[in-house]
T-cell receptor, first 114, second 111 residues
Framework: ETGVTQSPTHLIKTRGQQVTLRCSSQ?????VSWYQQALGQGPQFIFQ???????GRGNFPPRFSGLQFPNYSSELNVNALELDDSALYLC?????????????FGPGTRLTVT | GENVEQHPSTLSVQEGDSAVIKCTYS??????FPWYKQELGKRPQLIID?????GEKKDQRIAVTLNKTAKHFSLHITETQPEDSAVYFC??????????FGTGTRLQVFP
């Protein structure tokens, strides 16, 4: 198992609400990437944070936003939830103490929007 | 845009047989190609990776090959075991950039 943790494990929200998901990176890692994995599909890149700045963004609308804190942990915020936002949200950490490009995933947060 | 295609979508093999999963990437600047195994309800787990300066890499029963000219890379699992049953994802990236994932291959190994 990796040292990447995520909270909460599961979440149920209503359409139009807002949600915050949290990720703690593995010790020695300074980069956090967020992915959305819909049922039966591969993870889709949302954005990446490096040294508290957004460092790349995928094809997701602005209502998906994030933060990275000085301890390298990160949050994903989603506003105005839509039914299609129902998915497994994965964060992955990487950086300083791992070879370039290697990303290690957390267990994910399963979000259900009703 | 960047794209990774993965085949087959499902693969069933008898225990002890070999399994091969193939991927094709579109961005010629890609230089890092990891493979992840995801068991039901669990996180994707990095099982092997290869960089663009290497043509083949092996780790026990698992090997990965890369053909940069054709933009193809493949995962080979030999002597498959029931515990190899899972969904396997290939991915491609440029250095420390985002991972672009394939659509996954569901591997079933029958005893």
């Amino acid at each position: 198992e990796t040292g990447v943790t995520q909270s909460p494990t599961h979440l149920i929200k209503t359409r139009g609400q807002q949600v915050t998901l949290r990720c703690s990176s593995q010790s020695g890692h300074n980069t956090v990437s967020w992915y959305q994995q819909a049922l039966g599909q591969g993870p889709q890149f949302i954005f990446q944070y490096y040294r508290e700045e957004e460092n790349g963004r995928g094809n997701f609308p602005p209502r998906f936003s994030g933060l990275q804190f000085p301890n390298y942990s990160s949050e994903l915020n989603v506003n105005a939830l839509e039914l299609d936002d129902s998915a497994l949200y994965l964060c992955a950490s990487s950086g300083m103490t791992s070879p370039p490009g290697e990303q290690y995933f957390g267990p994910g947060t399963r979000l259900t929007v009703t | 845009g960047e794209n990774v295609e993965q085949h087959p979508s499902t693969l069933s093999v008898q225990e002890g047989d070999s399994a091969v999963i193939k991927c094709t990437y579109s961005d010629s600047a890609s230089n890092y190609f990891p493979w992840y195994k995801q068991e039901l309800g669990k996180r994707p787990q990095l099982i092997i990776d290869i960089r663009s300066n290497v043509g083949e890499k092996k780790d026990q029963r698992i090997a990965v090959t890369l053909n940069k000219t054709a933009k193809h890379f493949s995962l080979h699992i030999t002597e498959t075991q029931p515990e190899d049953s899972a969904v396997y994802f290939c991915a491609a990236s440029i250095s420390t950039d985002k991972l672009i994932f394939g659509t996954g291959t569901r591997l079933q190994v029958f005893p």
